[in-house]
């Protein structure tokens, strides 16, 4: 499965949705439930390595701001979002998560889009999706941040989600 196929399904998923995100992933199970089980396998590969991708202490910072605070998982869980936001969206945040700050709602986690592929192979074969070799690295990338260095670094979020 190429970017534009895997991007295509997620753009799919959300519009169908109408915005939730508990929806969109019901949507994107179904979307990937018509594919071969080995394209599913392909979709949550790429999936994976987008999550790693966006595994930033810059993006983990505006999730804080978002949030009002964010855990391990929280953090999982706001990339799902963005992903699921679309690539416009994904690729603009990585450039300059300040790009969140007219975009985001104060709920920006998309748990449920952890396991559409999961969810869907499991109907396409009757078994479990294949483990993916795929994880996020033991530090997120970039510089740590402390929080009350936050505002400072993301003025527009911490205006925007005070």
């Known amino acids: 499965m190429d970017d534009a196929a895997f991007w295509q399904l997620i753009e799919e998923s959300r519009e169908n949705a109408g915005g939730d995100p508990n929806e969109q992933a019901a949507e994107l199970t179904d979307l990937l439930s018509a594919l071969p089980a080995g394209e599913?396998?392909?979709?949550?590969?790429?999936?994976?390595?987008?999550?790693?991708?966006?595994?930033?202490w810059d993006l983990?910072?505006?999730?804080?701001?978002?949030?009002?605070?964010?855990?391990?998982?929280?953090?999982?869980?706001?990339?799902?979002?963005?992903?699921?936001?679309?690539?416009?969206?994904?690729?603009?945040?990585?450039?300059?998560?300040?790009?969140?700050a007219e975009r985001a709602e104060p709920d920006v986690e998309a748990e449920s889009m952890l396991y559409a592929a999961a969810d869907a192979y499991e109907v396409e074969t009757g078994k479990p999706l294949p483990s993916s070799s795929v994880g996020d690295p033991a530090e997120p990338a970039g510089q740590p941040w402390?929080?009350?260095?936050?505002?400072?670094?993301?003025?527009?979020?911490?205006?925007?989600?005070p």
């Not at 949030?67 to 929280?74: A, F, P």
């Open 146 to 161: 402390e929080e009350n260095d936050l505002p400072r670094r993301f003025p527009r979020l911490a205006a925007a989600f």
């Open 40 to 56: 599913i396998v392909q979709f949550d590969r790429r999936f994976r390595e987008l999550l790693v991708q966006a595994y930033r």
């Open 60 to 100: 983990w910072g505006a999730a804080f701001l978002i949030d009002g605070g964010c855990s391990d998982d929280g953090f999982e869980y706001f990339r799902c979002w963005l992903i699921s936001q679309g690539r416009r969206v994904y690729e603009e945040a990585l450039a300059d998560p300040e790009s969140l």
